[in-house]
């Protein structure tokens, strides 16, 4: 667990190499307790494993998307979509519901609502537009029912932002970002500065530049202050095509100088 969240950190920090490194030696140590002869009985620590092993391939994957990789991604997901939906059955089969309220294990939908928002995005980016939607429609079903995990709701709601631009969806991915605005509050610093730069981008493609100046300015601001060097790279990015698409090649090339 531990490892798990050296990852984490890295890939926060945009350490995207290092974030993969971390996630793997976690779930390497996760599939060596997993083949233990030990925990073949369904205890409670034989769960906490296998939703460790789906943290760290969803961490992994988040890694990979930051790095321009698709494909991986989309299969890894495809994955623990498939190991949730198992984990949750032998979860109800092995423990009665008292001991579930009890230890919470059951808890398990916001990895759903992640796992369908990412790969709603992953569709769309890949032309399955009639699957991107299925799975957008998914993420809005269950986001509701997600009492706490605020930061899962902006999160999945950021991603289905993505996912409703490529599908040229532009109003409503403007109104699906700033419901993840809401849910993430002043304080997830760096989840604002992203949704902020995907709102920029959608004021651009909208030619209203002024707008998108300002939220390029504010997403900057944010994503600075922490360090969190992947998002800048595309907060840098973004507001660089948007100085192209005004016809000032020298800030332009100034802001892709900064990204790259």
Known sequence: ELYRFLGLSYRLLGNLRIS???YEKSLYFVLQYLS??????KSLLFFRFKRL???CLVGISHCLIDLGEFEKPQKNFEECLLMAELFMSEVKETFAESFLEIHSIDNFLDIF????????FLRASDGA???????ARETEERIPLLIKYR???????????????????????LETYNKALVYAGIYNTQLRGKVLTGVAENYRLQSDF???????EEAIQLLEKIGAKCDLAEAYYQLALTYQA???PEQSQEYFTKAI
């Open 129 to 135: 537009n009639r699957t991107a939607y299925s799975l």
């Open 20 to 22: 993969i490194y971390y």
């Open 36 to 41: 233990d002869i030990s925990l073949k009985t």
């Open 53 to 55: 092993q789906i943290g």
């Open 246 to 248: 005004m016809g000032e």
């Open 113 to 120: 609502v992640e796992i369908y928002s990412v790969l709603s």
């Open 151 to 173: 930061f899962t709701k902006a999160y999945a709601l950021f991603f289905l932002g993505l996912a409703y631009k490529k599908l040229q969806e532009i109003k409503t991915s």
């Open 210 to 216: 002024k707008t998108a100046f300002s939220h390029h």
